[in-house]
C-alpha cells in the first residue's frame, strides 16, 4: 500500500488514508497512542497488542507512512505518537458512529421480536 500521488484527486487521497486504517491492530495502535497522550515506546504499545513485534513494525510503517503517526529515535528506544490530534477526534466520530448504527440496530431487532411475538 504507498502513499498516493501528492496531485492526486483529494478522494483518492482521503481513499488511501482509510485503506491505512482499515486493519484492527492499526486502530488499536491508535487507540493505545491516543491513551497515552504522547509519546509512546514500542515496547510499551507491544505489550498491549497480542502480535509478534515484527508484525507490529509493519503496521507502524504503514501508519507512518499515511502521516498517521510520527516515530522519534532516541538510542535503542523508538516511541511513536499521533501526527495530529485529529486523528483522535477521527477515532471518536468513528465510534459515535458505530454506535448510533448498532443502537438502531438493536431497535429494529427488538421490533422484529414483538412482530414474531404476536
Not at 17 to 45: T, Y
Not at 90 to 117: G, Y
Request: charged content about 20%; overall charge negative; proline content about 5%.
Amino acid at each position: 500500500m504507498s502513499s498516493p500521488a501528492p496531485d492526486a484527486p483529494l478522494y483518492e487521497i482521503k481513499a488511501n488514508l482509510f485503506k491505512a486504517l482499515a486493519h484492527p491492530a492499526r486502530i488499536r495502535v491508535l487507540e493505545i497512542l491516543v491513551d497515552a497522550d504522547g509519546p509512546c515506546a514500542v515496547s510499551e504499545i507491544l505489550g498491549a497488542l497480542d502480535i509478534e513485534a515484527s508484525l507490529l513494525s509493519q503496521h507502524l510503517s504503514v501508519l507512518k507512512r499515511h502521516h498517521v503517526v510520527t516515530s522519534a529515535r532516541a538510542g535503542n528506544a523508538v516511541t511513536y505518537e499521533l501526527a495530529h490530534p485529529q486523528v483522535a477526534d477521527l477515532l471518536r466520530v468513528a465510534r459515535s458512529f458505530l454506535l448510533d448504527r448498532l443502537t438502531v440496530q438493536q431497535e429494529q431487532l427488538a421490533q422484529a421480536a414483538l412482530l414474531d411475538a404476536r
